[in-house]
């Protein structure tokens, strides 16, 4: 079953305009929350966590914000650059599966001029 | 201060051979992850190691599959008698041992069995 999804598998945004990537979750034990970049032929590259004792985390051009009753995180991009297309993935743990980490299937971000 | 190490990074089986796949962690990290990725899927957990000590398997197939972390050395996710099903990503991973740490990934080992 899949405790983290990614309902939209790609999204197109021009260059400057904010990106906006969606994911939900259906585990309320999950606590920590990731999300990952990642080009074709390497691995995910660490992008932003946020715990579940916050509802927003910056850094840089990227925020995260979680909405817990929802079960809901979203990854925003300002301004979205070329370098920022690449497959995004999120990610979750927590409860009695401490460690492991669950992804979603990734969403597929296109960032053109 | 390096990254996680993989290698191979590509490694070709014919079926029925077996695959040896190596990670190295990141210097201070003492927790090591596996995870798959097939075609077109998110990662899937498969295995969770401390040195030495194997803390979560659950994402292991039964058969075939076996992960260790010795005391010296380099991780090591063996896939004994490959099959076709097993042409994937095999990303390895490390944290540190906080509980809510983050995971960072190698550059993966791109199995293809023929």
């Known amino acids: ?48 966590s946020i715990s579940s004792i916050k509802d927003k985390n910056e850094d840089g051009r990227f925020t995260v914000f979680l909405n817990k009753s929802a079960k809901h995180l979203s990854l925003h991009i300002v301004p979205s650059q070329p370098g920022d297309s690449a497959v995004y993935f999120c990610a979750a743990s927590g409860g009695s599966t401490l460690g492991r980490l669950y992804f979603g299937r990734g969403t597929q971000l296109t960032v053109w001029p | 201060n390096a990254g996680v190490m993989q290698n191979p990074r590509h490694l070709v089986r014919r079926r029925g051979q077996e695959a040896r796949l190596r990670c190295s962690p990141m210097k201070g990290h003492s927790h090591v992850y596996w995870y798959r990725q097939l075609p077109e899927e998110g990662l899937k957990f498969m295995v969770y190691l401390q040195k030495e000590n194997i803390i979560d398997e659950s994402g292991m197939p039964k058969e075939r599959f076996s992960a260790e972390f010795p005391k010296e050395g380099p991780s090591i996710l063996r896939i004994q008698q490959v099959v076709r099903g097993d042409s994937a990503a095999y990303f390895c991973a490390s944290s540190p041992p906080e509980s809510k740490a983050t995971q960072y990934f190698g550059p993966g080992t791109r199995l293809t069995v023929l």
């Not at chain 1, 990537?21 to 691995?43: I, Q, R, V």
């Open chain 1, 1 to 48: 079953d899949q405790q983290v999804k990614q309902n939209s598998p790609s999204l197109s945004v021009q260059e400057g305009r904010i990106s906006i990537l969606n994911c939900d979750y259906t585990n309320s034990m999950f606590d920590y929350f990731l999300w990952y970049k990642k080009y074709p032929a390497e691995g995910p590259t660490f992008l932003i």
